[in-house]
């Protein structure tokens, strides 16, 4: 799994991934494990990482990172939007979301990134082709540790959220960290796998992150919502600690 995060393109993994999925998942089913986001059941997940291997990690049937289904659990608990008739922009859009949301009838539902195939829109995060206050949700994943200028994407994404919406953009915390790190001097891949944790970051998030959203005019919480769960369920959905990024217009 290391080998073919660090040396296949991401859009590539994406198609072939389309193919070998329902045989993988037909493999590993059992009822150790269970991703909330559809339901499904498997003996074991599948290790994942470029760096540091996280075990039972991916789930083999949906793609699901530890994450994902910690987020799923949080939307179809904590709020109303995945039964809410709303105008939903999905940054980088994570195959294991996109079937589940392009299903719903009541989204107005738009993806957009620059490269990935299941993309309506190629865009730049920092330059979007989308009007003033069109949406009400905007769902951004683990995007912004990729973007040199990320208070200029942040900016673009506060444009085009309506007032009153939210945005949740997740992305790589070390909390260990007071302060955020980046270094644009740093531009070798393995370098950067190295201190940034993946070839294709370019900073290190640290407990400052909501200030980089406040920053930018949205009024932002991390809510750390494994804290939420119970042993069983954090055991059950093979959850990590992690945190929610709520931010709001």
Known sequence: MKLLLNFFPRPWLIHLSIWFRPLIKWYFKGHRFTDPIDGSSYRRFLPYGYQKIRENALCPGTLSLERHRLLWLYL???????T????????????????????????????????????DV????????????????????????????HLQALSELYRVLKKGGTLIAQVPLDLNREKTFEDPTITDPQERSRIFGQYDHVRIYGKD???????????????????????????????QYDSIPVAKK
Do not use: M
């Not at 922009?89 to 990935?116: G, I, M, N």
């Not at 190629?122 to 990729?146: G, M, Q, S, T």
């Not at 919480?221 to 119970?230: G, V």
């Open 84 to 119: 809410d008739s709303i105008k939903v922009l999905h940054v980088a859009p994570e195959q294991v979301f996109y079937q589940k949301f392009r299903s719903f009838s009541h989204w107005d539902y738009t993806t957009t990134d620059l490269y990935s195939p299941l993309a």
């Open 209 to 239: 992150y909501s200030d980089f959203l406040n920053q930018t005019g949205f009024s932002s919480q991390c809510i750390p919502y494994t804290e939420q769960l119970t042993k069983k369920e954090i055991d059950t959905y093979a959850l």
């Open 122 to 149: 190629k865009a730049d995060l920092r330059k979007l082709p989308f009007e003033d206050h069109a949406y009400d949700l905007i769902l951004c994943n683990h995007v912004l540790e990729h973007i040199p200028d």
């Open 76 to 82: 179809e608990r904590e709020t109303s939007f995945l």
